[in-house]
T-cell receptor, first 112, second 114 residues
Framework: EDQVTQSPEALRLQEGESSSLNCSYTVSGLRGLFWYRQDPGKGPEFLFTLYSAGEEKEKERLKATLTKKESFLHITAPKPEDSATYLC?????????????FGKGTKLTVNP | KAGVTQTPRYLIKTRGQQVTLSCSPISGHRSVSWYQQTPGQGLQFLFEYFSETQRNKGNFPGRFSGRQFSNSRSEMNVSTLELGDSALYLCASNPRTGSAGELFFGEGSRLTVL
């Protein structure tokens, strides 16, 4: 069974304090790793797609990287508006069926 | 461009009842996926519809069903509700099939089962 594990479960930062979120996965034949952001009371919002080890994607203060076993979401000089739950997911193909398998997320709080 | 619209946003049901949730995808998107989100299990895939056909299915019991109409709007139904069905039900649309991963989610329907 493919697994996606995110750590830490919760992270509290001061504004401007950079850090990284981790997403480790076990999947046979990765066909895409995806990062989403979810604000309270909202649905997840797509951020990045990564397909191969060594790939990097950036958006404002966020940078996502991928290795053969894990992905990191680096947050540089975060602001309070970056507070949200960050979810990662991998695409799983099993028995002709395809779906996204999500981790349980990292809840990020950035204090002013 | 309007986003994914889900109705109702909140509802309360009692055990044994059934519920129907509705989802209108982004205009032009033909794939609609449904997910259940709970604090303990996180986001779990229910099923995906494309061109009125179920293309992919998660590991949920037969009490959970869905359908898609010719205008791409989708409904999901849960029969014989159990307390454990209390969750946020999220719908996501995509212009292509295959759970491509770059999904556009609605704000969800929060179901409480008493």
């Amino acid at each position: 069974e493919d697994q996606v594990t995110q750590s830490p479960e919760a992270l509290r930062l001061q504004e401007g304090e950079s850090s990284s979120l981790n997403c480790s996965y076990t999947v046979s034949g990765l066909r895409g790793l995806f990062w989403y952001r979810q604000d309270p009371g909202k649905g997840p919002e797509f951020l990045f797609t990564l397909y191969s080890a060594g790939e990097e994607k950036e958006k404002e203060r966020l940078k996502a990287t991928l290795t053969k076993k894990e992905s990191f979401l680096h947050i540089t000089a975060p602001k309070p508006e970056d507070s949200a739950t960050y979810l990662c997911a991998v695409r799983q193909t099993q028995g002709g069926s395809e779906k996204l398998v999500f981790g349980k997320g990292t809840k990020l709080t950035v204090n002013p | 461009k309007a986003g994914v619209t889900q109705t109702p946003r909140y509802l309360i049901k009692t055990r044994g009842q059934q519920v129907t949730l509705s989802c209108s995808p982004i205009s032009g998107h033909r794939s609609v996926s449904w997910y259940q989100q709970t604090p303990g299990q996180g986001l779990q895939f229910l099923f995906e519809y494309f061109s009125e056909t179920q293309r992919n299915k998660g590991n949920f019991p037969g009490r959970f069903s869905g359908r898609q109409f010719s205008n791409s709007r989708s409904e999901m139904n849960v029969s014989t509700l159990e307390l454990g069905d209390s969750a946020l039900y999220l719908c996501a649309s995509n212009p292509r099939t295959g759970s491509a991963g770059e999904l556009f989610f609605g704000e969800g329907s929060r179901l409480t089962v008493l």
